[in-house]
Every structure is written in C-alpha cells, then in structure tokens.
C-alpha cells in the first residue's frame, strides 16, 4: 500500500497527517500507525492525524499517539491539522471541526492558529501539584531550574507511578514572570519528552492562574520547540472561552510504501 502523507509541526510537536476523506486508511492497524511515526523505520512524528469527513462540522479529527493506539486531544495537533485543512482548500480564515472530545472552533492567520479549547470545569489542587483535564489528563507541577530537570526519569515515575497504567501527561513548570512560564511535558503515548504539548501548555496557564501563581488571562508559554499563548476567562470556578494560539507548519509531503 503507498500513502500520501503531510508532515506538519507546531511548536516542535510533529504529526503525520493524512486526508483520510474517502476511508481508506485501515484505522484499526496500530502497527502501520507506530510504524509509521517511528522516527528510524518510518516516517517519524509524535503523533498521526486522520482529516475525515463530518457530517456536523468542516471535518473530523481522529488522533493516534506514537505508539499506534488513538488518543485523547491533542492541541497542537488539532491546530496543525487546522492548517492542513486551510492547504487543502477545505477552510478559509474560520472553522469548526470534531476531535474526541467535541467540536472546536479555530482561526487561520498565515502560519498562526488559534483553536479554542473544551471548558475546564475544575482544576485539582495538590500540595505539590495540580491536576486537570484540557481533553487529555495533564498533571502540573512546580520545578527549579527546569532547563537542567531530568524530564524522561521524573515524568516516566509520576505518569505509571502516581497514575497507573492509564496515565497522565507530566507538565513541569518553572516561573518566568507573572505571566510568563517555561514548560517542559512527558507525554503518555509518546512515552518520552516533547517538544511541546498544547493540551499541556493549556493545562499549565489553568493550573498557575489557579494557584495565583498568575492573575492575567492571557499567559505566554516558552516550550523547547517555540512559544505558545493560552488566553481564558474564568467561570463558575472554572474556565471558558480558552483559546490555545501559536504556529502550525507545514514540512514537508511525499509517498511511503508500507
């Protein structure tokens, strides 16, 4: 079988995207999908992204982790896939699509997307974390000199440790400023460090604003692979209208055989 595949990244954060619109990728192959985001025998990205047809919006969203299996929301994936839709004439400057955990609104600016988020209802504070769900689980804790923090060791024994089997996402966090803050993510699926994670960033600007590590409603985040925004207005004690914006790029297209 030969594919036609996109490679896209927002932030660092790269998937393969297909246009799956005629249905005839074999969806249940998670073989073919870890093969093909294995960065030595395949393609190589943290995740793969099928565009479908949707009978409600402009398109669907269905996401697989690195390790073939489908996953929950992905933030800079839905942006990318955004993108991808734009390039493909299928959107303008404005749309609406379904992820797994609902429909999402975004807007296209040249190489900027800015996708709103599902409302966050409550967010768990710990005395040394914080928990929440942005569409995936993501927990959020506090660090010093992050940039020399052992991601891979730390996250891996929080994320089966604390967690379990079933997981969450790692986000540790260190304080730039009162609006600012350095983000560094363990993502389950990939089961590594990435560059960037935009359910996690999202989770993160909560998460501080729910601390009172933050009072601004708009919190800029630098992550290894660029920067990301993350706007919200707080409701009920949780919070609405969140908008995740930041880059999504196209890489590059071709053909694998698989």
Same mark, same amino acid.
């Given at each position: 079988?030969?594919?036609?595949?996109?490679?896209?990244?927002?932030?660092?954060?790269?998937?393969?995207?297909?246009?799956?619109?005629?249905?005839?990728?074999?969806?249940?192959?998670?073989?073919?999908?870890?093969?093909?985001?294995?960065?030595?025998?395949?393609?190589?990205?943290?995740?793969?992204?099928?565009?479908?047809?949707?009978?409600?919006?402009?398109?669907?969203?269905?996401? /697989?982790?690195?390790?073939? $299996?489908?996953? &929950?929301?992905?933030?800079?994936? *839905?942006?990318?896939? @955004? !993108?991808? #839709?734009?390039?493909?004439?299928?959107?303008?400057?404005?749309?609406?699509?379904?992820?797994?955990?609902?429909?999402?609104?975004?807007?296209?600016?040249?190489?900027?997307?800015?996708?709103?988020?599902?409302?966050?209802?409550?967010?768990?504070?710990?005395?040394?974390?914080?928990?929440?769900?942005?569409?995936?689980?993501?927990?959020?804790?506090?660090?010093?000199?992050?940039?020399?923090?052992?991601?891979?060791?730390?996250?891996?024994?929080?994320?089966?440790?604390?967690?379990?089997?079933?997981?969450?996402?790692?986000?540790?966090?260190?304080?730039?400023?009162?609006?600012?803050?350095?983000?560094?993510? /363990?993502?389950?699926?990939? $089961?590594?460090? &990435?560059?960037?994670?935009?359910? *996690?960033?999202?989770? @993160? !600007?909560? #998460?501080?604003?729910?601390?009172?590590?933050?009072?601004?409603?708009?919190?800029?985040?630098?992550?290894?692979?660029?920067?990301?925004?993350?706007?919200?207005?707080?409701?009920?004690?949780?919070?609405?209208?969140?908008?995740?914006?930041?880059?999504?790029?196209?890489?590059?297209?071709?053909?694998?055989?698989?």
């Amino acid at each position: 079988m030969k594919l036609q595949f996109f490679k896209y990244q927002g932030t660092g954060n790269d998937f393969v995207i297909l246009d799956n619109r005629e249905g005839k990728f074999p969806k249940t192959n998670t073989q073919l999908v870890a093969h093909l985001c294995d960065r030595r025998f395949g393609i190589g990205a943290d995740g793969l992204i099928l565009l479908e047809n949707d009978d409600t919006a402009d398109f669907k969203m269905v996401y /697989y982790n690195a390790d073939g $299996e489908e996953g &929950t929301m992905c933030g800079n994936g *839905g942006r990318c896939l @955004v !993108a991808f #839709a734009h390039f493909l004439g299928i959107v303008d400057r404005e749309t609406t699509f379904n992820a797994v955990d609902g429909l999402h609104y975004a807007e296209v600016e040249g190489d900027t997307v800015n996708l709103k988020m599902v409302d966050v209802e409550e967010v768990h504070e710990k005395p040394a974390y914080s928990f929440l769900d942005t569409g995936s689980p993501h927990h959020v804790q506090l660090v010093k000199d992050l940039s020399h923090f052992d991601v891979h060791k730390e996250g891996k024994k929080l994320r089966y440790g604390l967690y379990g089997q079933a997981g969450s996402n790692i986000n540790f966090v260190e304080q730039e400023d009162s609006e600012t803050f350095q983000v560094r993510t /363990y993502e389950r699926g990939v $089961e590594d460090e &990435t560059f960037s994670c935009g359910t *996690g960033v999202t989770a @993160v !600007a909560l #998460a501080m604003h729910t601390a009172g590590k933050t009072k601004a409603n708009q919190v800029y985040i630098h992550t290894l692979g660029g920067d990301l925004s993350i706007s919200f207005e707080q409701h009920n004690g949780g919070y609405t209208n969140i908008f995740l914006k930041g880059p999504a790029k196209q890489v590059y297209q071709g053909e694998i055989e698989c």
